[in-house]
């Protein structure tokens, strides 16, 4: 290999250091070197900033089988019910060890102090520090991970394509932001958990890093990805003109908060009998409306009826963050519309992990096991990553025991990748970058028709692969986000009914006859689609 390319070589190669991430690393450690590739930093998964909590079958008035139903009927017929049920028995071993291992969940001496979040039938989601659940978990993992010797951890490190022949995976090719270098890492398993990619939309809860490069590289890579249609909105984030949105937990309608309209009207009596607590996509939608009937630009969730020395220490963290917006939110109504939130689509797994490429597993919201069905049940997130990410791992250890030797075509190819991005390249990357997330939050939002849709389709179908000068980490990461607005929009296209998160206008009932999945691949250098019916 030429000089320019670093080589390193590990037995568990974990891309990502959101809960799924550090969860599989610490869990891996106990079988071989890890290393733990990071775009940013530890601090800045979703899952640190995760607020709701997870939900778990923990209490004595609780039980799996009241947790399963709630996740399958929020799931709109689409869920993979044997994983659910994976999900929810094996969640709560997960988060016994976790409470074994040291996370203190809130609670007093009377027991656990369980919130309860739209479409749960019961109070069942344990939260830590308040409303920092994510962080509480993640800082527990990040100092376990440092003491342990196996484990090395490279940030501000870009994953530039998987080193695939479509069979195998055989590592990556990662370019080191800090030390401005390109490293050809092997290793015995790769294990995708980089997140999903709503902060590609305009308006989001999540953090702009966020992009879904984890399933463009797979994809790249000869992976299926799946379910791209379904897309979650978040009901509640920060919606004020000039202020950065940011996410108003569920949890406070849990405690009773409320929402009305700017006539100060409570309105989701006209949409659920469940009203505030109907599940997410109801909530979304009912917004959504009443913003759109009204010609406003947000509703407003209001806490002004509730204990408010409860609200500022259970909810200290959005206290604090809207106190900064000139927002009281024990006084002053919060302003609040949906946001694009949780990609439940992504890379197709199985229910041990596993992609259809040998050594490549993926876990956490850049996969799809299907488990959430056509709509996630609030707060099984995090449980969903304890879970599948210590499956990854499982079948690591099982399957991917031996170093295989890498291509040379493959190692040929990433030595032509330059290191240096003009500046006339970022700008353009910017630019696109922005456009994209308006077309995307403005065309294939809450609602979504057949005409805003290929309008959507004929915009980004003027990026275009840069063929002028050499490859580069810029050009990559335009030609990622090209492909995830792409799946995303096309599959919305496909998929003529409405279901769960995903609703046509001009196709507004669910229909059996789209009881199946959207399936997309590679084949001659061009994406593909596939149907599979749910099984
Ligand atoms: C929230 O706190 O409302 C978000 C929880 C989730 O997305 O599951």
């Known amino acids: 290999m030429s000089s320019k390319v670093k080589e390193i070589k590990t037995d568990f190669l974990i891309v990502g250091s959101g809960l799924s991430g550090l969860y599989s690393a610490l869990y891996a450690s106990n079988f071989g ?20 909590g997870i939900a778990v079958a923990i209490d004595n008035y609780d039980s799996v089988d009241f947790h399963y139903d709630d996740t399958i009927s929020v799931g709109c017929g689409l869920n993979n019910e044997v994983g659910v049920n994976i999900m929810v028995n094996e969640g709560l071993q997960r988060v016994l060890e976790l409470i074994e291992q040291g996370v203190e969940f809130d609670g007093s001496e009377t027991g656990l102090d369980f919130g309860i979040e739209g479409g749960h039938s019961r109070r069942r989601i344990l939260h830590a520090l308040g409303n920092e659940t994510g962080k509480a978990i993640v800082d527990l993992l990040s100092k376990e991970i440092k003491k342990r010797k196996n484990i090395k951890i490279l940030e501000d490190a870009y994953v530039m394509n998987l080193f695939s022949n479509s069979k195998s995976c055989f590592g990556c090719l990662v370019f080191d932001d800090n030390k401005k ?3 050809a890492i092997h290793s015995k398993a790769t294990i995708l958990a980089t997140g999903g990619g709503c902060g590609i939309y305009y308006k989001s809860t999540n953090p702009s890093s966020t992009s879904g490069d984890g399933i463009a590289m797979a994809i790249d890579a000869g992976a299926v990805v799946t379910d791209m249609e379904f897309v979650q909105f978040h009901p509640t984030a920060f919606s004020k003109n000039g202020s950065q949105s940011f996410l108003i937990s569920e949890a406070l309608r849990g405690e009773g908060g409320k929402l009305i309209n700017h006539s100060k009207k409570r309105f989701m009596e006209n949409y659920s009998d469940q009203m505030e607590l109907a599940p997410r ?33 259970r909810f200290k963290n959005i206290y604090e963050l809207c106190m900064r917006e000139g927002i009281d939110i024990t006084k002053d109504d919060i302003p609040v519309s949906p946001a694009a939130h949780y990609m439940i689509g992504g890379i197709k797994t199985d229910l041990f992990s596993r992609t259809n490429i040998m050594n490549l597993y993926a876990c956490g919201e850049v996969a799809c096991s299907g488990v959430h069905g056509a709509n996630r049940l609030a707060s099984n997130s995090l449980l969903e990553c304890l879970v599948f990410a210590k499956r990854a791992i499982d079948s690591a250890v099982e399957l991917s025991r031996k170093f295989e030797k890498i291509p040379s075509s493959l190692i040929k190819k990433s030595i032509k990748y330059s290191l240096v991005s003009s500046d006339k390249k970022v700008e353009r990357y910017l630019s696109h970058r922005i456009a994209l997330s308006q077309v995307v939050n403005n065309y294939v939002g809450i609602l979504r028709n057949k005409k805003d849709l290929l309008f959507a389709l004929s915009e980004i179908s003027t990026i275009k692969k840069n063929d002028l000068d050499s490859f580069d ?28 998160v995903h609703v046509r206008e001009d196709f507004s009932s669910q229909s059996d006859k789209w009881l199946k999945h959207i399936n997309w691949k590679i084949f001659n250098k061009t994406l593909r689609f596939t149907y599979s019916e749910h099984q």
């Open 33 to 52: 070197n890890v290393l733990i590739l990071t775009k940013s930093s530890i601090q800045e998964s979703n899952s640190y900033w995760a607020q709701g």
């Open 281 to 313: 996509h109801i909530v979304a939608r009912a917004i959504f409306n009443e913003m759109r009937a009204n010609g406003e630009k947000n509703v407003f969730l209001s806490l002004k009826h509730l204990d408010s020395s409860r609200i500022k220490t």
């Open 181 to 183: 270098n390109k490293i």
């Open 473 to 500: 980490l810029i050009d990559s990461r335009l030609m990622n986000l090209k492909t995830i607005v792409y799946l995303i929009t096309k599959s919305a296209l496909l998929r003529e009914e409405s279901r769960g």
